[in-house]
């Protein structure tokens, strides 16, 4: 079981804002401030569309914001568009310079 | 443009030792990064292996330890993962990255397209 909790789905229509939570369950979890989101398409490479909780790298369009509260972090997917369907993941630093991944949540645009 | 290629057998006997290579083009290995390994088992999510640093400091997922060798081969410019005495649930699609920022802040910004490893006899 991933030290990363993720719900499993989320879904919403065009146009709509939904936000994919991330929430640590472990205290292995050093400090939180190092979260990373991912976007991965079946068959794909996956795609890093946040580092550091909320930093965009160039070229991420602006409709995903990353944000923390506590042990949660967030991904927002704003004016959600159908190409979005996809699987998200977060990832942060662990214990002992190791590594985690959530378990995923599987995007549904209806 | 930084470009990850994964290699290696597809089909893999049960108790063999599975060997992948990961070839690296439009950025210099020796370069101050830390590179990885990742895989994704069937309809499950992204699982970390470990990450190497171009002078050999490696640090592996725990869970995996006893079994996952990492190397690196500056002269071509590429770096490898051996995973021994494999067994069905290391089936999964393979893919190495390049990672950004240090062990603590590390993230991973090019990956490569993965490559799907079969464990059967």
């Known amino acids: 079981q991933s030290a990363l909790a993720q719900p499993a789905s989320v879904s919403g229509s065009p146009g709509q804002s939904i936000t994919i939570s991330c929430t640590a369950t472990s205290s292995d979890i050093g400090g939180y401030n190092y979260v990373s989101w991912y976007q991965h398409h079946p068959g794909k490479a996956p795609k890093l569309l946040i580092y550091?909780?909320?930093n965009r790298p160039s070229g991420v369009s602006n409709r995903f914001s990353g944000s923390r509260s506590g042990n949660t972090a967030s991904l927002t997917i704003s004016g959600l568009q159908p190409e979005d369907e996809a699987d998200y993941y977060c990832s942060s630093y662990s214990s002992s310079s190791t590594r985690v991944f959530g378990g995923g949540t599987k995007v549904t645009v209806l | 443009q930084v470009q990850l290629q994964e290699s290696g057998p597809g089909l893999v006997k049960p108790s063999d030792t599975l060997s992948l290579t990961c070839v690296v083009s439009?950025?210099?290995?020796?370069?101050?990064?830390?590179w990885g390994w990742i895989r994704q088992p069937p309809g499950k999510g992204l699982e970390w292996i470990g990450y190497i640093y171009y002078s050999g400091s490696i640090y592996y997922n725990p869970s995996l330890k006893s079994r996952v060798t990492m190397s690196v081969d500056t002269s071509k410019n590429q770096f490898s993962l051996r995973l021994t005495s494999v067994t069905a649930v290391d089936t999964a699609v393979y893919y190495c990255?390049?990672?950004?920022?240090?062990?603590?802040?590390?993230?991973?910004?090019?990956w490569g397209q993965g490559t799907l490893v079969t464990v059967s006899s």
């Open positions: 439009g950025y210099s290995i020796s370069s101050s990064n830390w």
């Open positions: 550091d909780v909320s």
């Open positions: 990255a390049r990672i950004k920022g240090d062990i603590l802040t590390a993230f991973f910004d090019y």
